[in-house]
């Protein structure tokens, strides 16, 4: 795809839509410029690029101020997207903008960055684009998953896009045009005060990482990240592991240096802030959270959630067990000890008309068949 020694390198699973096999780029610390590859399954030959970040001179690079930075602003595409065959629409999350923590290196909106951007995938033009953390100055990538949701919205049947941003905030989409319908907090955030309608957080003064630090929730890893996430039908509920965390951000004036990451500052855990993970359901209408379950942990846990017909919801729980919730109110229903240090999350299946449910930890698999 190209040059690892321009710090690029590639994590995630390819998306194979139609004939193509479209992948993206993480390292999205390190100074880089993003983009997103689409190539012909039979031939491997590149069918076309997508880049995360404007050329000087194009549309959006205005967005960026200095060329050098714009050259390296990141904006990697390292968490795999989603497609809708009906549309014919690719939809791919973007990373944070470059140096992670100085914005002043970088004045403006910084365009493509933090974004999910709707794309044609014969083609790879973009067909539009929403960007949930104009100008981020905490590393709040918008590398979240994007769940397709068929669903009546404030009463009218609509082609929704949700999606629990690490920012805070949990959004719903028009996934036609990128209008913004909806955005709420899930955890405790301090940096904006609201979105206003159309969808721009409105930013609270005084939240920028400064040389002295600043205090700043949620925490650096967000509050919530790319473990996986779930909507159920039944329930019109959505699923997502939560953390409930604040951070001490800093900044510095650090120049790009090849093979070194390029924050621009530095996080450490704030005086008495909390860190502690939850599963929460969220209301899509209003955002509301509908019940949280407060885990037991260091909050280590990378594992995200599996929702179920069978009104289950099933997750790695940070006390190292696998456990199950009824789906309606976060009551805990079961949980096997295995003291794992989950990084996956669940998966379930059919085999000979009986359920089965899995998840990897680095001993191996779990696999569990339901009554």
Same mark, same amino acid.
């Not at 194979?16 to 780029?25: F, N, P, S, T």
């Not at 714009?70 to 904006?75: A, D, H, Q, T, V």
């Not at 083609?123 to 539009?128: D, H, L, R, Y």
């Given at each position: 795809m190209d040059d690892y020694r321009e710090h690029y390198g590639a994590v995630a699973a390819p998306l194979?839509?139609? $004939?193509?096999?479209?992948?993206?780029?993480s390292a999205g610390d390190t100074g880089l410029r993003g983009f997103l590859d689409a190539y012909h399954a039979e031939t491997g030959e590149r069918a076309w690029r997508f880049w995360t970040i404007p050329a000087p001179g194009e549309p959006g690079s205005e967005t960026w101020g200095d060329p050098e930075v714009?050259?390296?602003?990141?904006?990697a595409t390292w968490l795999t997207g989603s497609y809708d065959a009906e549309l014919d629409l690719l939809y791919w999350a973007t990373g944070n903008p470059c140096p992670d923590l100085n914005g002043e290196r970088r004045p403006g909106d910084n365009l493509y960055t933090n974004s999910v951007v709707a794309l044609r995938p014969q083609?790879?033009?973009?067909?539009?684009y929403f960007q949930f953390t104009p100008h981020d100055t905490h590393d709040w990538d918008a590398q979240e998953p994007l769940l397709l949701i068929d669903e009546e919205f404030r009463g009218r049947p609509r082609k929704l896009l949700v999606q629990g941003n690490r920012n805070g905030f949990f959004y719903v989409l028009d996934r036609t045009d990128g209008r913004f319908l909806l955005g709420e907090p899930f955890v405790n955030q301090t940096w904006a005060e609201g979105i206003d309608d159309s969808g721009r957080p409105i930013v609270l003064p005084?939240? $920028?990482p400064t040389e002295e630090g600043t205090d700043v929730c949620p925490a650096i890893r967000g509050a919530t990240n790319w473990w996986a996430t779930s909507y159920h039908p039944g329930t019109k509920l959505f699923y997502l592991l939560a953390h409930e965390s604040c951070m001490t951000y800093t900044k510095n004036d650090q120049d790009w240096q090849r093979g070194r990451s390029w924050l621009g500052g530095t996080v450490r855990l704030a005086d008495g802030s909390p860190n502690q993970k939850f599963i929460r359901a969220l209301d899509i209408q209003t955002g509301r959270t509908v019940w949280s379950y407060p885990q037991t942990g260091q909050a280590q846990t990378y594992s995200g959630v599996l929702s179920t017909e069978g009104d289950l919801v099933f997750f790695g729980e940070d006390s190292g067990a696998f456990a199950a919730l009824d789906a309606h109110s976060g009551e805990p229903l079961w949980h096997v000890q295995v003291n794992q240090d989950w990084k996956a999350s669940p998966m379930t299946y059919l085999v000979g008309?009986?359920?089965?449910?899995a998840i990897a930890s680095r001993l191996g698999f779990w696999a569990f068949a339901l009554p």
């Open positions: 194979v839509v139609g $004939d193509l096999v479209v992948a993206g780029i714009l050259r390296r602003g990141c904006g083609t790879g033009e973009m067909a539009w005084g939240t $920028d008309g009986r359920q089965y449910v």
